[in-house]
């Protein structure tokens, strides 16, 4: 049995009820197994399924099905997502499931006539979605790290979709929100736009997303990237001017990684590798910060957040400038977390005084040689832990829904640099390292990390956020170790990005 552990849940935008000053606002402790997700009924299915012998990597990907059904915003088998794994025997892993440009995309394909970038063409309908790769991603997680049978951890989320879930407020709420855009964008209507306001209490049933799932359940990633569930997407892409064909669908493969690990004190920080920037940029910044007396300093003291801010300036400008997809583009990630880099990033650092953002470039290396995105935090009785930030990038994505398959695709294509130094619906910026082209993947920010102090599995952690995934998963971290906050003090915490 393992000591003690706090897990430190996905949902840091959450905000905790206000409490008296002398008052502690622990949060949930377990002696042995838990399981956090956005959402309640997902968080109950992966439960069960390690309450019936499975491990952490089993409960995840029960979960991330569940959670495609049950929030809808940004749980997903039509995204893409990332992983990190550490097992009980602290071996670590990494695995990229991020989504993917068709084949026929061009660095110009969201620029009009004058060379602008066309308002919305990147972040609404069909010609924003990338290739998914969530269905792919667990497949290959179940294949590798999988104890129990993959049918036993996709049928509860059958069975929510199937026989329906009642909403709650907010998620009623959400559903309205994208009606009319649902409607702009697609000519098959779905059945649950088919009915008059949804409200608190309200049972949803998902048909044809539960079917899909079931063909998933019986033939495996086949039955997403091929079959039925493929033609459909590529029926969907014909109704508009979508781009996606059966062969991206049949060329997608997840990739496992390196994860990228940096240390912070006594604590060693355990993050996602490009394409994700988030793991490469939190180990900059806490790097960063490390030879500063934060605690002393306070938290969210103006001497502290004018550091903090200071750094995750830099980091953000290397992160525009250098960062891509590693398979199209040579990332140099151990140069931007050496020390001597980042002392060096860090040397005209002013404690009296803020650098204006566009006189920050990026740092010169030594020649060589929201409810936008959810997340799910997972730790067995046997000590193995599992994160996962998962996404369709905007809320319910592209607000295109595959008629006759029933789920939302991305709108991942934004995440692209659509042209050099031009923002995207995040406000981050990117260049050549990050353009369009066939078959890349699209930089991200999302940062799910697991974190050791002393050798010993101590905090698992993400967040939504777009951009400011980063800057809150940063803030979190020292929240706790340097300002001796209670996990559920950390989340609730007020941020700054």
């Keep these: 049995m393992m000591n003690r552990l706090f897990v430190l849940l996905s949902a840091i935008a959450l905000v905790a009820c206000h409490t008296r000053k002398e008052e502690r606002v622990i949060g949930l402790i377990t002696d042995s197994a838990m399981v956090v997700s956005a959402h309640p009924l997902a968080s109950k299915v992966g ?9 952490a990597v089993d409960a995840a990907i029960a979960t991330q ?3 495609a059904v049950v929030y809808p915003s940004a749980g997903n088998i039509g995204g893409g997502g990332f992983m990190i794994l550490r097992k009980n025997d602290k071996t670590l892993d990494a695995l990229d499931y991020r989504e993917k440009a068709p084949a026929s995309s061009h660095p110009n394909m969201y620029l009009g006539e004058t060379g602008e970038i066309v308002s919305g063409l990147s972040q609404d309908g069909h010609l924003a979605c990338g290739v998914p790769g969530t269905i792919a991603g667990l497949a290959a997680a179940y294949e590798k790290y999988g104890t129990l049978p993959w049918p036993e951890l996709i049928q509860p989320a059958i069975d929510l979709a199937l026989n329906g879930f009642r909403l709650t407020q907010k998620e009623a709420a959400g559903l309205n929100y994208i ?18 306001l949804w409200k608190a209490g309200d049972q949803i049933v998902l048909t044809d997303l539960g079917h899909t799932l079931e063909r ?5 990633a086949n039955g997403f990237y091929g079959g039925k569930t493929a033609d459909d997407i590529v029926a969907e892409m014909r109704r508009s001017n979508g781009i996606i064909t059966l062969e991206d669908l049949k060329n997608y493969n997840a990739v496992w990684r390196k994860p990228i690990v940096g240390e912070y ?7 996602m590798s490009p394409p994700s920037s988030g793991g490469l940029a939190l180990i900059q910044l806490l790097k960063s910060v490390e030879p500063y007396p934060v605690k002393a300093w306070g938290h969210n003291t103006v001497r502290t957040a004018h550091l903090m801010t200071e750094a995750e300036r830099r980091a953000y400008a290397d992160r525009a400038f250098y960062l891509g997809d590693p398979d199209f583009t040579p990332v140099p990630v151990e140069k ?14 002013n404690p009296a005084k803020a650098t204006l953002s566009q006189d920050i470039n990026e740092g010169v290396l030594q020649p060589e040689e929201s409810e936008q995105t959810t997340h799910l935090s997972v730790v067995d009785p046997q000590g193995n832990s599992v994160s996962v930030t998962t996404t369709l990038n905007g809320g319910y994505g592209s607000r295109v829904v595959v008629a006759g398959s029933g789920f939302l695709l991305n709108n991942e294509m934004d995440d692209f640099s659509s042209k050099p130094g031009a923002p995207n619906m995040y406000g981050a910026v990117g260049g050549e390292a990050n353009k369009i082209m066939p078959n890349k993947r699209m930089l991200s920010s ?9 050798g010993k599995l101590f905090m698992i952690l993400g967040t939504p956020g777009g951009t400011s995934i980063i800057t809150s998963v940063f803030q979190t971290i020292l929240n706790v170790v340097e300002h001796t906050m209670t996990m559920q003090e950390a989340v609730s915490a007020k941020r700054f990005h």
């Design 47 to 55: 439960a069960d399924i390690m309450r019936k012998g499975g491990n």
């Design 65 to 67: 099905f569940a959670l």
């Design 179 to 196: 009606q009319e855009d649902l409607a702009r964008y697609n000519t098959i209507l779905p059945s649950f736009l088919l009915r008059d």
């Design 216 to 220: 998933i359940r019986d033939e495996g």
């Design 265 to 271: 004190k006594e604590f060693r920080v355990i993050s």
């Design 336 to 349: 931007l977390v050496h020390d001597l880099y980042l002392k060096q990033r860090m040397s005209d650092f």
């Design 446 to 454: 999302m940062t799910p990390t697991i974190v050791e102090k002393e």
